[in-house]
């Protein structure tokens, strides 16, 4: 059974049509790495899954909701299910690890803000959270102010505070894009067993093509506001993946006259 179901997406900003008919299908469980140029729209079809956009035509189905159509408690309730990563962490800078996580619970306790705050939320959701932080090896930081911990370890809180919020879906956005490659690669890692573990249905974009050839079960590729490559990860080749990065990449570039093309050739 597919966990998310996507059909037939359009969606413009003014005049740019950013998606031009998305179709994806990802079954529960699945690992979707989503490749693609700045530009391209990957950010735009994240948002549509989580409701923080919607599609003027099409469907996006997460588990048995359709996202263009949820709003209000509804969305509310389906975002509890939909975890999200992203690249600059969104994490509070000026409060403990602990307490970033315990904001995983939001949405999830009767009593709301109040119940996840250190000081208030119940013996048992704060031993699940330092479950979480343990998990991802940053239990002894639990009392640190975010801001003091490295990015890599920002992202690892992060990670922890989706933990906590135990999603069957997961969005990652450029989940390492601003880590160096061994921290981020370090996180990826982390990342896959994580969501291994836990049975997760992933999509998770990348600019890295080296962890796209090593993470994931799958490979979708868009190129200005569709998807142009579809294949199991062990079926791609660098090659193959390169190509998304050449020609009209983005959605707000102008097509390539036939004049064009002859100059870029004759140059
Ligand atoms: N809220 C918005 N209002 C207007 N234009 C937008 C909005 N969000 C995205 N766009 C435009 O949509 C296009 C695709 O943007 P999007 O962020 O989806 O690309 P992306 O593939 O995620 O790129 P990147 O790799 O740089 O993150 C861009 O031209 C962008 O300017
Ligand atoms: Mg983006």
């Given at each position: 059974?597919?966990?998310?179901?996507?059909?037939?997406?359009?969606?413009?900003?003014?005049?740019?049509?950013?998606?031009r008919?998305?179709?994806?299908?990802?079954?529960?469980?699945?690992?979707?790495?989503?490749?693609?140029?700045?530009?391209?729209?990957?950010?735009?079809?994240?948002?549509c899954?989580?409701?923080?956009?919607y599609?003027?035509?099409?469907?996006?189905?997460?588990?048995?909701?359709?996202?263009?159509?949820t709003?209000?408690?509804?969305?509310?309730?389906?975002?509890?299910r939909?975890?999200?990563?992203?690249?600059?962490?969104?994490?509070?800078?000026?409060?403990?690890?602990?307490?970033?996580?315990?904001?995983?619970?939001?949405?999830q306790?009767?009593?709301?803000?109040?119940?996840?705050?250190?000081?208030?939320a119940?013996?048992?959701?704060?031993?699940?959270?330092?479950?979480?932080?343990?998990?991802?090896?940053?239990?002894?930081?639990?009392?640190?102010?975010?801001?003091?911990?490295?990015g890599?370890?920002?992202?690892r809180?992060?990670?922890?505070?989706?933990?906590?919020?135990?999603?069957?879906?997961?969005?990652?956005?450029?989940?390492?894009?601003?880590?160096?490659?061994?921290?981020?690669?370090?996180?990826?890692e982390l990342?896959i067993?994580?969501?291994?573990?836990?049975?997760?249905?992933?999509?998770?974009?990348?600019?890295?093509?080296?962890l796209?050839?090593?993470?994931?079960?799958?490979?979708?590729g868009?190129k200005?506001?569709?998807?142009?490559?579809?294949?199991?990860?062990?079926?791609?080749?660098?090659?193959?993946?390169?190509?998304?990065?050449?020609?009209?990449?983005?959605?707000?570039?102008?097509?390539?006259?036939?004049?064009?093309?002859?100059?870029?050739?004759?140059?």
């Amino acid at each position: 059974m597919a966990n998310i179901q996507i059909q037939n997406v359009h969606k413009s900003f003014n005049d740019i049509h950013v998606l031009r008919g998305i179709d994806l299908a990802i079954p529960t469980g699945e690992c979707v790495i989503l490749l693609g140029a700045n530009g391209c729209g990957k950010s735009t079809l994240m948002r549509c899954l989580n409701g923080l956009t919607y599609p003027e035509q099409g469907s996006v189905v997460v588990g048995d909701q359709d996202m263009a159509k949820t709003r209000g408690r509804r969305l509310r309730r389906q975002r509890q299910r939909i975890g999200v990563v992203f690249q600059h962490f969104n994490l509070v800078d000026n409060v403990s690890v602990f307490q970033n996580v315990l904001y995983g619970a939001l949405g999830q306790q009767p009593g709301g803000l109040a119940t996840t705050l250190q000081a208030l939320a119940p013996q048992s959701l704060r031993q699940r959270a330092m479950q979480c932080l343990d998990r991802v090896g940053l239990a002894d930081q639990a009392t640190q102010p975010c801001r003091e911990l490295s990015g890599g370890q920002q992202q690892r809180v992060a990670i922890a505070r989706t933990l906590l919020q135990a999603p069957d879906v997961l969005i990652a956005d450029e989940p390492v894009a601003s880590l160096d490659p061994r921290a981020g690669r370090a996180v990826m890692e982390l990342l896959i067993d994580i969501v291994r573990e836990r049975g997760m249905t992933v999509l998770c974009s990348l600019h890295q093509l080296e962890l796209a050839s090593e993470y994931g079960d799958r490979v979708v590729g868009m190129k200005a506001g569709r998807i142009e490559l579809d294949a199991p990860r062990h079926e791609l080749d660098r090659d193959t993946m390169a190509g998304l990065y050449q020609g009209v990449v983005r959605v707000d570039e102008q097509q390539p006259t036939p004049a064009d093309t002859a100059l870029a050739y004759s140059a």
